[in-house]
């Protein structure tokens, strides 16, 4: 079993699609479900209609899931599972204040070590429970120490071993009787049977916690791990919400079509057969084990030419109808001008200035006139030279003073290319086009 987590706190971006889709594909390998669970539990960052909005965007890119939950729907089994540990003496309830904490901290940084709870109220016994709801005073509730060392399995990173200090006492249930991530990540986890966890190794400080609570818990079933190495900028830095390029919805904006996206993203750090492929294609052959450990770099140039080459593929029907039209040839029409353009919004300006009314340009705005009037009372030629020497005949004109205003009638542009190519794709609209 495995599982995307998604937080409805913000834009997905290109570091949370690697992971829904790497669950997505080992879990069609293994044959097991794979399940969208939507970590709503933390109400003061959650923004209303992200989840919806993350649920589209992976309907948009293929990514079904055999199971939707939201976490927050769990949340008496997380308090219930908490107040055991503390029965059984695992976990133990804290009134520090955050004063009392920020203070430990402070003193942690000017001795230079690295912050860990004091154990303060390690001691407190689980009946003091009792009188602090009583009068009233706000604890949390903290876990104990585990007694050895924690050792994970990951699949790309190796065996990973943690100290008993590092994962120290943190904190399951706050104040107000909400989980906190990791104790209901683990209990999730737990209560779903999720047996393969693949996220980003910024996760990994999480893992020996989320082990250590489903030890307390008496979980047994091993749990695999595999943590992503993290995606850079092109400043060699970790991407964050400053690069556009981060944003899968300002990715679908600028014309990035998903099937490119989701090319792109498996192939960072990864070794593949191909370099271009679809999402079925990739589930025959994709291995964990082959993603890199190092940071890959995120290359908006190497992304529009993969889009590129998915364009050149794409069914040429599908492809008009990106841009209004029914039939094949505004399809084949675009796939012309993918010499010059990589992204849908690209070739939509391109097949716009087509169909859009010409502007003429001061200098050849008499040519132009010209030029309209004799397509608008000629017969439509299948063949592009013989339709060129009629008009060549009909106006007088030559050289430059054709082509140019002949390019720009046809066209709205004054480069491009070759007008014979294009011109097989338009012949049936031509008098829309020149209106």
Known sequence: MLRFAPSPTGDMHIGNLRVALLNYLVAKQRNTQFIVRIEDTDKERNIEGKDQEILMILEKFAITHDQLFYQSENLHIHQTLAIRLLEEKKAFVCTC????????????????????????????SSGELVRLKEQNIPFVIRLKLPDHPIATHDIIKGTVEVSPS??????????????????ACACDD????????????????????????????????????????????TEGKKMSKRDNASSIKWLLEEGFIPDAIINYLLLLGNKTPTEIFTLPEAATWLKLENISKSPARFDIDKLRFINREHLKRMDDIRLSKLFGFADSDIGKLAKIYLEEASTTVELQAKIKAIFSPKIPIQEWKTEMKILKEIINNAPVFDDYDLFKNHLLSQSGLKGKSFFKPFRLVLTGAEHGPELGDIYPYIKSYILEIIS
Do not use: W
């Not at 001795?111 to 860990?116: E, F, K, S, W």
């Not at 030890?215 to 943590?227: F, I, M, Q, W």
């Open 166 to 183: 590092e994962v120290d006492n943190f904190v399951i249930l706050r104040a107000d009787g909400t989980p906190t991530y990791n104790f």
């Open 97 to 124: 204040t955050p004063e009392q904490l920020d203070l430990d901290r402070d003193k942690a940084k000017q001795d230079n070590i690295a912050y860990r709870y004091s154990g303060r109220c390690a001691d407190m």
């Open 190 to 233: 737990m209560l779903t049977g999720i047996n393969l966890v693949i996220r980003g190794e910024d996760h990994m400080s999480n893992t020996p916690k989320q082990a250590h609570i489903k030890r307390l818990l008496g979980y047994e079933a091993d749990t695999e791990y595999a943590h992503l190495p993290i995606i850079l900028n």
